[in-house]
């Protein structure tokens, strides 16, 4: 701009003119506030011990007031018990005094009984004479003061002998008289008394008699329940209070299914602090609730899909996108129910593809085939055959997303990993892809002899290293791989397997080695064993996830109670993931009418699945692994001779091996076999002897030829 325009701007009234403001930098420090006197009051308030919980926070306060409402309204019923108390403690010091018992035990531990006999029926006789005197003089001081004061003077000796009766009546641990003979039930006394609470820890020898509980958070209503936290003893840890929750349970006289107990982690929380949960009855005694999919036009299968509400009817949301799920039960306790919770979820994201197969061949899973992508429903050999190619599809696939994944940049794929984005890009080719497999025991366990790379082996040795593969590798390619099975045993689901199964879910079983089976190892030792389920609790499970729920992202299992969706449900949703698929476009495979066979190259699945030749050259079984001695020996006694018995002595393994007692002991110790007394009936009668619980021997050996399946493997790969 030149002078002279610079000049008219200036002068020409229609522009606008801004003021023009002085002013300098001043580079003075900021002050820092200043601490008000009212400021550090609050702030020491709020941290010091010496002020009560209930003056801090709000929300104890209100529970304060509560207390105090419900104690000025038990006060009178407490002190008329108190009275009574106190009159029947009275009775009994007045009875053990006017029998002279004092004295005539005294007499009995020095064995003169018979020699005190006369003093003692003297002292008896004086002592009533005593009690008629007082009873006399106390009647005739009432009646003389009734007739100079009014009855006004007998309503204050009433009044003053109650308060001292009740004095003496007062809850005093340790005194006589003040504990009833048959205590009553604890069900929620320790709300009012936390001393109760302390009582049913001691019960169950969770801490000693002389330890106590410290408070941190006062019981407080929660839902259909109560909840508290407390800090144990110095050295006792929540683990134990977790592992031994009915022992805690029976303390506080509720069922253990109302009982939650929980180690609180985090900055919050410390090895020896734990959160109780009390429910006021069954929570899984109400019946189950609709799934809240019927609500939903569409999923979206990143997000964790509802599957159940837990014992404090919080819902919880397992997270399934990067893992694998197993499921197992006893039949008829709701595993194909919670499978097709999480496939309808699934169902209802119309770029997920689907993989079902239902070898329990019933009409659960026939409406699933409008949605899927490969779909099969059958029991037979051909099915098996046809599972193994859908197997050795997807583990083609899933090598050629890696490989693919290699060539994008790392704007779109940051990671080794699908992102929801490329899920969503049909370009891409990599949508999530879940497979499921109903009663995968049955595929598992079958005997039709397969070749491969010119090798033969077992079908279900071949679909056990395609689904091992398959979890290890898959999930971060999208692929979630869901199995189900109604018998959740070591020979039916390979170790390894089981092993990289990422959540678990278990309903009822039969014992604590099934749901070890189906939760993990020792799980049950922690305080999670679904055998202890309720046959009236159907869909009701422990659920161990893979990853955060609404319970925290530190719990480590919890019961959960599915929601329930008969076959109409799962009818409509199948008929609406139909529609949304058809909407954009993904309906493909058998939901399409496409039943093309699947390029297969066995031979680059088995150079892929790294078995050196088929499963590893068929050299290491976990029932050809050879147990060292002498524990082979004692499971070749034990198949056998099985009786039935869940014990058998050590004379009786000596005796019928032929070892000397000393050297098995010693060697079944290095073998991780140790021996315990049990009780079993002799020619003589029940004698209490040394020896071992079949059920130990036996896991023992599993234990070895898992080891020797694992070392197999690990030569193997060097190789």
Known sequence: MSADDRESAVTDPRLPVRAVLEGEFVNDRPQAPRVTWMRRFMNWWKRSPRVPLWAKD???????????????????????????????????????????????????????????????????????????????????????????????????????????????????????????????????????????????????????????????????????????????????????????????????????????????????????????????????????????????????????????????????????????????????????????????????????????????????????????????????????????????????????????????????????????DMSRDRALDMPITAVFIDEVQLPLEDRTPVEVQGKKLTAGEYIGELLTWLAKKAPAAGLVLVLATQRPDSKTIPSKLRAVLGSRFALRVIDWRDSNIVLGEQMNTRGYDSSRLLPSHKGVGILRPDGETEAGADVLALTVRTFYMPNEDWRELCERGRGLREAVGTLTGHAAGQEAQPMLDHAAVAKAIGSGGPMAAEAVRATDVELPEPLASVVDYLADGDDGHDFVPTSELVEALGLEMTTFGRDMVELGCRSTRDRVATADGVRQVRGYAVADLLAAAERLRDAAVIEGEVIDGER
């Not at 531990?109 to 006369?118: M, N, P, R, T, V």
């Not at 007998?154 to 009044?159: A, F, K, Q, S």
């Not at 055959?385 to 050629?400: F, K, N, R, S, T």
């Open 58 to 420: 709000r929300v104890h306060a209100v529970q304060a007031a509560k207390d105090l409402v419900v104690a000025l309204l038990r006060s009178p019923f407490r002190f008329l018990g108190a009275v009574v108390r106190g009159l029947v403690v009275a009775v009994r010091w007045w009875r053990s005094w006017v029998t002279v018992r004092d004295y005539r035990e005294a007499a009995e531990q020095s064995e003169k009984l018979a020699d005190k006999f006369g003093d003692i029926r003297e002292l008896t006789l004086f002592r009533w004479k005593v009690t008629g005197a007082v009873v006399a003089g106390v009647a005739i001081v009432g009646a003389v003061a009734d007739l100079v004061y009014g009855h006004q003077a007998l309503w204050i000796g009433g009044g003053v002998i109650a308060v001292a009766l009740a004095v003496l009546g007062r809850r005093k641990d340790g005194s006589p008289g003040r504990k009833a003979v048959l205590a009553g039930p604890r069900t929620l006394t320790w709300t009012m008394d936390p001393q109760v609470l302390v009582d049913a820890f001691r019960d169950a020898k969770l801490i000693g008699k002389d330890e106590t509980l410290r408070l941190v958070e006062r019981a407080t209503r929660q839902g259909d329940g109560w909840a508290i936290t407390v800090d144990l003893p110095a050295t006792r840890k929540a683990a134990d209070v977790v592992k031994n929750r009915d022992a805690l349970a029976s303390a506080l006289a509720v069922d253990e299914v109302q009982l939650i107990v929980e180690r609180v982690r985090g900055n919050g929380g410390h090895a020896g602090r734990v959160a109780m949960w009390v429910a006021d009855e069954d929570p899984y005694a109400a019946p189950p609730l609709r799934t809240p999919l019927l609500a939903v036009q569409r999923w979206d299968a990143w997000r964790p899909l509802p599957f159940g509400r837990d014992a404090r009817d919080r819902r919880i949301d397992l997270p399934l996108v990067w893992t694998s799920l197993l499921i197992g039960a006893i039949p008829r306790q709701g595993k194909t129910m919670a499978a097709r919770l999480v496939a309808a979820a699934l169902i209802l994201d119309p770029h997920v593809r689907l993989y079902v197969a239902d070898f329990k061949a019933g009409k659960d899973w026939i409406s699933a085939a409008q949605v899927a992508h490969r779909f099969m429903s059958g029991d037979g050999t051909e099915h098996v055959l046809a599972l193994i190619d859908w197997l050795v599809e997807l583990v083609g696939e899933v090598q050629g997303r890696y490989r693919r994944m290699q060539e994008l940049d790392d704007l779109t794929c940051p990671e080794s990993k699908v992102t929801p």
